[in-house]
């Protein structure tokens, strides 16, 4: 199991207070997401209190093959199919642009991903990181998407998480000197490696 309970309940608190989360029941699987990460695995492996959590947002549990968007002060409104699959889509489609593993390294508040050997380097919000048992996000190789995305899978568990780049004409150039300083070496490297 690859999704932690304690930390996907939190993240589906927050998401509550802020922009809200959406669930979709698809038969035997459940998707959750946010504009930041996104899960989907088996109804039974579902943590309890995950489920808990949603049922008391909701009121109910989701009933089968509809989409809702949940939010405070609100009711759960049913979200159109064809969004829902353009979400999804943006959160599981593109192809795979290579792997990228944890570095001991955090900048402004993200987590650091880099791809093996040195290379690009990708920054995660450390509270989605939250919504995987840490020996995951840790010690597992994520795949990176080229739709600006990290994911880990296990069986039928899928955590898809947002990754940043600050590499963009929108950043302060000081970020963009650094963020290059960070590409050109190799993250991973130990003192007693080199």
């Not at 792997?99 to 050997?117: K, R, S």
């Not at 994520?142 to 600050?166: F, M, N, P």
Request: glycine share 10%; with cysteine.
């Amino acid at each position: 199991m690859i999704i932690d309970e304690s930390g996907l309940v939190r993240a589906i608190k927050a998401a509550y207070k802020t922009d809200g989360y959406c669930v979709l029941n698809h038969g035997e699987q459940v998707t959750i997401y946010t504009d930041g990460w996104y899960i989907r695995c088996c109804w039974n492996k579902l943590p309890r209190k995950v489920l808990a959590t949603i049922v008391e947002h909701m009121g109910m549990i989701p009933d089968g093959n509809n989409a809702f968007s949940i939010e405070k002060d609100g009711d759960p409104q049913i979200v159109m199919p064809d969004i829902v699959g353009q979400d999804i889509s943006q959160w599981t489609g593109g192809s795979n642009k290579g792997t990228a593993t944890l570095v001991p390294l955090m900048f402004q508040g993200l987590q650091i991903y880099q791809e093996p050997d040195g290379g690009q380097c990708y920054g995660v919000d450390p509270a989605a990181l939250a919504i995987m048992e840490r020996m995951t996000a840790e010690h597992t190789t994520a795949i990176v998407s080229d739709c600006g995305s990290l994911s880990w899978q296990a069986g039928d568990e899928l955590v898809v998480v947002g990754a940043t780049r600050k590499t963009s004409y929108w950043v302060k150039s000081w970020e963009r000197d650094v963020w290059a300083a960070m590409e050109g070496v190799d993250l991973h490297r130990r003192e007693d490696q080199e």
